[in-house]
């Protein structure tokens, strides 16, 4: 018989994380913790919870609660469950904020988009399907916790805002555990907690056209940070770049930026409001935030001209 002699050693502190693909995107996870094994629980519970979060509110799973949804609200209410009816009740806020720019029945027209096939709805699909984009044909139902559509066709999907959820939940997930120091990201979506042990975060946004390139550095703290880019999902044909973010009140993908970042304390709001600067363009954009005073925004321009919220500083 062998006998196995486990010395344990002396627990180490030191940064511990890991990245996977998930939500059609990458999620990753870094955290300092006094205990590498518990650290690397940790960071495999926070994958757990963006996989279930992924599992309830994904239009590309038959059978999530959103797809369910998307099938059914239009001939009866179908029950959301507390934690989706919530999200679709702080988007439905999110449109009115802004206007209708967010709005997360942009997929009547968003769903005849394949990337990756470099497919896209011809003019009179667009025409006709971005008539039934309007938050006000979800009715969202308190007394029951029930969703319904108004309208034949209407579809929701939440692309704009769940990523920001997944990094908040991710974090409640480190601040359970005691941890101080640590990041959650999900795409162009992140949510930092604490510092980087006694210096800040350096989050970079990156060169809207040059993927190797970072146009500005942000150091921060404790902070959420967003950004909306027409670099993350496009094809060009000819001279137009079609992209994932969709102008509610035409049906075609937003032009007048390349890039939108907002950053405040909850992640929630800088993905819905990143998306929303984007769709707003530079002005109207600058000016929503302007009234938010939790949040700021940096806006790349089609020239590339770099634009800051009125509570930043541009660099020297
Ligand atoms: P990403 O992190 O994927 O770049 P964004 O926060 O920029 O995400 O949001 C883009 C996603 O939001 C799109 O892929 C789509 O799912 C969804 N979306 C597109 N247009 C709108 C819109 N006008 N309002 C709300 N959501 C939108
Ligand atoms: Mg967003």
């Given at each position: 018989m062998v006998a196995f002699f486990v010395i344990s050693m002396p627990a180490r502190a030191e940064w511990v994380g890991d990245a996977r693909p998930l939500m059609g995107t990458e999620v990753s996870v870094l955290l300092w913790h006094e205990d590498e094994t518990v650290g690397k629980e940790i960071v495999d519970e926070v994958f757990a919870e963006a996989s279930r979060i992924d599992r309830l509110?994904?239009?590309?799973?038959?059978?999530s609660r959103i797809s369910e949804i998307n099938r059914q609200a239009a001939t009866e209410p179908v029950v959301a469950g507390d934690e989706l009816f919530r999200l679709l009740q702080r988007s439905h806020d999110i449109s009115v904020l802004t206007r209708g720019a967010f709005?997360?029945?942009?997929?009547?027209?968003?769903?005849?988009?394949d990337f990756r096939n470099r497919q896209r709805p011809d003019d009179a699909t667009v025409a006709a399907e971005r008539?039934?984009?309007?938050?006000?044909f979800v009715e969202l139902d308190q007394a029951s916790g029930t969703v319904a559509f108004r309208e034949q066709g209407v579809r929701i999907n939440l692309g704009g805002i769940a990523k920001g959820y997944v990094v908040e939940r991710g974090v409640n997930v480190l601040r359970k555990h005691g941890v101080q120091n640590g990041i959650v990201t999900a795409g162009g979506d992140s949510r930092l907690l604490g510092d980087r042990r006694g210096q800040p975060w350096m989050v970079g946004i990156r060169d809207p056209r040059n993927e190797?390139?970072?146009a500005i550095s942000v150091p921060l703290e404790d902070e959420a940070i967003s950004t909306s880019g027409d670099y993350e999902r496009y094809f060009v044909e000819g001279d137009t770049r079609y992209h994932h973010i969709i102008q509610p009140s035409t049906g075609e993908p937003a032009g007048g930026v390349h890039s939108a970042t907002v950053f405040g304390p909850d992640a929630v709001i800088t993905d819905a409001l990143s998306t929303s600067v984007f769709v707003l363009g530079v002005d109207q954009g600058l000016r929503l935030i302007a009234t938010l005073p939790d949040y700021e925004s940096i806006v790349i321009d089609a020239q590339g001209r770099i634009f800051y919220s009125d509570g930043l500083q541009s660099p020297e």
């Open positions: 509110m994904s239009t590309y799973k038959e059978d709005d997360i029945t942009y997929d009547s027209v968003g769903q005849h988009y008539e039934l984009i309007d938050f006000r190797a390139e970072v």
